[in-house]
């Protein structure tokens, strides 16, 4: 059993939006612009809920604030229906760069599902090209205003269809057109990784990395199919690992020797056996806080922020990362989630790096480029010192 003493950290006095931030967890196509969704929506004939940018962007968020999984997918039906054509495509992706650099994202990692975006006729090669055009080109724009960023796709497959092989080849097809890791999506539960075993095996054959959704909607049965079956690296959300976590508060008199008895609180806590092994590891768990809330993804364990298992996981030493999933449905940037931490929890400054630095080693990079970037990180916040 490990023991923990939970206890205030003080607040912070510096601007976490220029904090360098590493981001694994965004899909494309839940990070367009209200306004670019109507103009491109125009060009293709979609009809959507409103014309209003601002309207449209309330709708997005109070859709997805549902608190079931099914009902949050669901508003992906326009984004989708506006990313159909390479000049679609070629916009979202780069706004999308463009909207990270401002939130000062230095590394992104942007998943999509191709297999989406065919319904106007282009192969599965031509959109991701068109995405890969589009994210060039956001890397260029940033680069003029005097800013770096990097960012690469996570090619992935819907849980729900049968092309796990097909987008497996697409995805190692482009490896070295800026595809840098696989994943798969969509409606977990009832959808288990181990659909996509013989695709996963090809991805080991040809060392190609994975990521994978687990552990959101549905429970253990799922992250242990992800880790066995699809031999994940990291784990998407991967937030229910908690429920193999046990964990029994008790009073203590002044625990931590800061003369205060009341707010001492010591938590024994049992890790079981596959809790262990994603902790011990170090597998990756890309937490997505608001995007939990609104999914029903931390549901099990209370109501609100407060009550997301993700400060436990990480006091414990789980290898904990945070991100956005959905910018435009969840309504949040990173810094908002940054900043929903230090209000929450009480984080820190050398909170927030650790969990910046998880972040960029779990990224999916040659070990060079992920010391330059973990380097870079940490001198951008000794400065802050």
């Not at 939130?103 to 319904?119: I, N, S």
């Not at 960012?151 to 987008?167: F, K, N, P, S, W």
């Not at 409606?187 to 959704?213: C, I, M, W």
């Not at 976590?245 to 003369?259: H, L, P, Q, R």
């Amino acid at each position: 059993m490990t023991e923990i003493i939970l206890d205030a950290a003080p607040d912070l006095d510096f601007d976490l939006k220029g904090l360098p931030k590493v981001s694994l967890h965004d899909h494309l196509d839940g990070g367009l612009r209200p306004a670019t969704i109507i103009e491109l929506a125009e060009a293709v004939g979609h009809t959507l809920p409103s014309t209003d940018p601002v309207a449209l962007g309330e709708w997005f968020r109070e859709s997805a604030d549902s608190g079931s999984l099914v009902r949050y997918l669901e508003t992906f039906d326009h984004t989708i229906a506006v990313m159909q054509t390479k000049d679609g495509l070629f916009r979202v992706a780069k706004e999308f760069v463009e909207d990270l650099a401002d939130d000062g994202v230095v590394y992104g990692e942007v998943r999509w599902a191709p297999e989406q975006h065919l319904t106007k006729g282009l192969s599965l090669d031509e959109v991701v090209e068109a995405v890969q055009a589009g994210l060039e080109a956001g890397v260029d724009a940033v680069a003029e205003t005097g800013r770096d960023i990097q960012v690469g796709q996570l090619i992935t497959a819907m849980r729900h269809a049968d092309r796990g092989q097909e987008i497996a080849e697409l995805a190692v097809r482009h490896r070295n057109n800026g595809a840098v890791g696989f994943d798969i999506a969509g409606a977990e539960d009832g959808f288990l990784p181990s659909r996509f075993k013989d695709a996963f095996t090809y991805l080991a054959q040809h060392n190609f990395p994975a990521t994978v959704h687990a552990g959101e909607a549905a429970g253990l049965e799922s992250i242990q199919s992800a880790l066995v079956d699809g031999r994940a690296l990291r784990l998407g959300h991967g937030v229910r690992i908690a429920e193999d976590v046990t964990v029994e508060f008790e009073s203590d008199e002044d625990a931590n020797g800061d003369g205060d008895e009341l707010d001492d609180n010591i938590g024994m806590v049992t890790l079981g056996e596959l809790a262990s092994w994603v902790r011990d590891r170090g597998i990756a768990l890309e937490i997505c806080p608001s995007s939990n809330l609104q999914t029903g993804a931390v549901a099990g364990f209370g109501e609100g922020i407060e009550s997301h298992p993700l400060d436990m996981l990480y006091q414990l030493g789980f290898n904990v990362t945070i991100n956005t999933d959905n910018r435009l449905m969840s309504g949040v940037t990173l810094t908002d989630e940054f900043e929903l931490l230090v209000e929450t929890f009480d984080y820190d400054l050398d909170d927030l790096l650790e969990l910046t630095l998880n972040a960029a080693e779990a990224a999916f990079l040659p070990l060079e480029e992920k010391e330059a970037l973990v380097e870079y990180i940490n001198e951008a916040y000794a400065d802050l010192g």
